[in-house]
């Protein structure tokens, strides 16, 4: 979830990193945002930055991604770089207490 809960981002086995939009009152109301990106094989770790206006994800093909996400307009999110690559899967992801890095 993002840091006010009215984002979601996911990861998965189809290769992509997706973005949903939730009402926190009508969670029921929630719907599918936009395909962020994707990696070449499994994602197995995506994550918010603390102010939500970042998003990522590392994926079974070794790479580490970043995405930029607009809070206010979400469908203009999109993909910014690959950060870098790593020998092998990359399992887990997250970013420091101050979103900075």
């Not at 006010?4 to 997706?18: A, L």
């Not at 929630?30 to 094989?41: I, N, P, Q, T």
Request: proline share 4%.
């Amino acid at each position: 979830f993002s840091g006010d809960s009215t984002m979601v981002v996911s990861g998965g086995d189809d290769n992509k990193v997706k973005l949903f939009a939730v009402d926190p009152q009508k969670p029921d109301s929630s719907r599918f945002v936009k395909d962020l990106g994707s990696h070449a094989d499994n994602v197995g770790s995506v994550i918010f930055s603390g102010d939500s206006t970042m998003v990522v994800s590392g994926g079974d093909d070794n790479k580490v991604k970043l995405f930029a996400v607009d809070p206010q307009k979400p469908d203009s999110s999109r993909f910014v770089k690959d950060l870098g690559s790593h020998a092998d899967n990359v399992g887990s992801v997250i970013f420091s207490g101050d979103s900075t890095m």
